[in-house]
Each structure stands twice: as structure tokens, then as C-alpha cells.
């Protein structure tokens, strides 16, 4: 697929006489979910309210305040079957340890049915890597209209910058893996 996706970007920088292009693989990644809001159990202060989860902004930080199995939710436009959840957090030393054994699921409001998709286990939270966690298989193929995250059971906080849900796109029965730009 590579290698087709590298000749038609040829074909097309020849039919458009394009002296430049630049070919953007996301390994099939899929697409960035748009979300239709977030909620959550608790905010810890109004600078660190659940919106921030979700602006594209590293330096801010969705908090809530310290309580047993704190929970956020991040409701979809339409039932989707995450390809990847991408979760980051907190900021560079700021308490990463919380979100320890914490569980992100995929939930359908319709039946109350919950898809467990992974365990967020803490690494460290000096480096972005470190407090990066990629779930890449998704939900295990689970679809689904919200995703949730809980904390482990005793009191918790919740300390996220930013998540981030890929869906994959499919056109027929061919799964786009790529982005092609022109410069």
C-alpha cells in the first residue's frame, strides 16, 4: 500500500506539474475523532476544567479534585470504532503517578454495555513520551458512543492534557493510511 500510495503521489505531481509534495503515512492511525463535549466527576478549579482535555493545547490540564473513582467522559457524534486513544498526562512533573491503573473503556449509552480498552500504567512524567499512552488496537475492534476513563478504586484525581481518538476510515473495503499534501 505504501509503495501505491508513493506512485500515485508521483502521478499526480506529473499530471499537475507539481515540483513538490510531501506524502504524510500515518500507519493507519485514522482519522481524529471529533467529540461532541466531555464531562466529569469533579473539577479541581476553573483553570483545569474538562474542556482542556480536548483543546489541542499541551500546557493546559483537564484536574478534578481528589475522590474515589473519578471518572471523564468524552461523548462521540455517532457510534465509532476506535482504531487508537492516545492519552496524555498531566504536564512535565505534575503528578503523572495518579492515573495509575486507571481504566479507559468505550461505553453505548443505549445498552449501558462498557468495552474495556486498556490500563493506563505509569512510567514516569518527566518526558511527553513518558507521559504519553497509546492503546493502538483501540477497543480491541469494541464500538461504541463515549469514551471513559475511571480512576482505580480509593481516592484519585484525574490530571489529563490532552486525548486524543482515531477512528479509521475505510472507502470500500481499502483503508486509507495516508494524507497526501502539496507544497
Known amino acids: 500500500r505504501i509503495q501505491i500510495l508513493f506512485e500515485v ?23 481524529l475523532l471529533n467529540p461532541a463535549g466531555s464531562t466529569m466527576s469533579s473539577t479541581f478549579s476553573g483553570t483545569t476544567r474538562v474542556e482542556n482535555a480536548l483543546d489541542g ?10 475522590h474515589d473513582q473519578n471518572w471523564l467522559e468524552v461523548p462521540f457524534r455517532e457510534t465509532s470504532c ?5 492519552v496524555i498526562n498531566g504536564k512535565a512533573n ?3 503517578y495518579w492515573m495509575d491503573n486507571s ?8 445498552s449501558d454495555s462498557e468495552i474495556v480498552c486498556g490500563v493506563i500504567k505509569y512510567v514516569g512524567y518527566s ?18 458512543d463515549t469514551l471513559r476513563i475511571v480512576t482505580k478504586p480509593g481516592p484519585n484525581y484525574i490530571v489529563i492534557s490532552e486525548i486524543y481518538v482515531y477512528v479509521t476510515t475505510k472507502k470500500g473495503n481499502e483503508i ?7 507544497v
Open 9 to 31: 503521489a508521483v502521478m499526480v505531481m506529473t499530471w499537475f506539474r507539481l515540483t513538490s509534495c510531501i506524502v504524510i503515512l500515518s500507519s493507519c492511525q485514522g482519522s
Open 57 to 66: 493545547n499541551l500546557s493546559t490540564v483537564c484536574h478534578s479534585n481528589n
Open 82 to 86: 476506535p482504531s487508537e486513544i492516545v
Open 94 to 96: 505534575y503528578y503523572g
Open 103 to 110: 481504566t479507559i473503556s468505550i461505553k453505548r449509552q443505549t
Open 127 to 144: 518526558t511527553l513520551e513518558e507521559r504519553t499512552y497509546r492503546f493502538r488496537e483501540g477497543c480491541k475492534g469494541g464500538c461504541g
Open 176 to 182: 486509507v493510511c495516508g494524507v497526501i499534501k502539496y
